[in-house]
């Protein structure tokens, strides 16, 4: 990337961070402005809703992607503090896609939809498509499923079939050149990488060998949740559960799929391979050199966001 080119990349990115940080915030808020154009509540403009992951955060993990989206009405969906306090909250993708749908109905009373989500977010997206098309007659042109897994399916390969095994290998070369193994500075942010996971998986087994059952738990082995508030801590491991849980019906609306081409070393998510068997006519687009972490942060979300522009004006047209 050229001088110019990340000078003009962060200067994007600073004013859409600028915008975000204006914006009348307030934990109870479920929808949040992320462009100039989605405080405008006169604006025709098509109307992009974006469903938090597993933080319940959905304001700064779409910031770069709606710097990419100026023309559209872009929202951050946020799981908000009060209802996270509520230990039922979250505990069932069913009913927190109810509880978002049912606000995105009184949010937008009357016109065609947008929604998308990153990694969890995709799944509750999905989940939301299903009851605003199939309980409240909405039109939902378009669901952006942005690398998110939807875990325990049937139409997924197991672990111990040869294609499964074939594709993890092949993974390898790419995690290896992303990681940058062999350029020192590189390795160093890989080893801090891997330390940090280290970290949360060992205070997980700590935890459960103390019988700390309220700690002991899957997600503390992948994540470091220490950032975060115990009220969200446990949201967020209430959402988790609730993930490998859910069983989608079939959806026939319009679907792209935005899968990463950088795999986890150990395990292969299969992101595509489950949305279409999830949803026939899903369109997957494999976004090269992207990782589960990066497909939505500049700059690898520009050549994603330039493909979707193109869906956006196309599902404004019709």
Avoid at 181 to 191: E, V
Avoid at 267 to 289: E, F, K, N, S, T
Wanted: hydrophobic share 50%.
């Amino acid at each position: 990337m050229s001088g110019a080119a990340i000078q003009s990349e962060q200067a994007g990115r600073a004013a859409a961070q600028a915008l975000f940080a204006r914006v009348p915030r307030s934990p109870e808020r479920i929808f949040v402005p992320l462009t100039d154009r989605a405080l405008d509540a006169r604006s025709t403009a098509p109307s992009v809703y974006c469903v938090h992951a597993l933080s319940g955060a959905g304001g700064l993990d779409f910031v770069d992607l709606a710097r990419c989206l100026p023309s559209a009405r872009v929202f951050g969906i946020q799981a908000p503090t009060r209802r996270m306090q509520d230990t039922a909250f979250g505990g069932s993708v069913e009913a927190i896609a109810a509880f978002y749908a049912a606000a995105l109905i009184e949010f937008q009373p009357a016109g065609p939809l947008i929604l998308g989500g990153w990694s969890a977010g995709a799944v509750i997206a999905l989940e939301m498509a299903q009851v605003l098309t199939r309980l409240h007659g909405r039109e939902v042109r378009l669901l952006v499923a942005m690398d998110g897994t939807l875990e325990g399916q049937a139409c997924a390969m197991r672990p111990w079939h040869p294609r499964y095994m074939f594709e993890l290998a092949a993974n390898l070369p790419r995690w290896i050149a992303h990681e940058g193994l062999f350029r020192r500075r590189f390795a160093r942010a890989a080893m801090r990488q891997i330390a940090v996971k280290g970290i949360a998986k060992a205070r997980a087994i700590y935890a459960r060998l103390r019988g700390a059952a309220g700690h002991a738990h899957a997600v503390d082995g992948f994540m470091d949740l220490s950032p975060y508030t115990p009220v969200q801590r446990a949201f967020m491991r209430r959402l988790y559960d609730a993930l490998l849980r859910y069983r989608p019906m079939p959806y026939a609306g319009p679907v792209v799929v935005y899968e990463s081409t950088v795999g986890p070393l150990h395990y292969l998510p299969q992101v595509g391979r489950v949305w279409r068997g999830i949803a026939a006519a899903a369109d997957i687009m494999r976004v090269a050199g992207t990782t589960h972490m990066n497909i939505v942060r500049a700059p690898h979300v520009d050549t994603l966001a330039h493909d979707l522009r193109a869906r956006i004006a196309r599902a404004n047209a019709v």
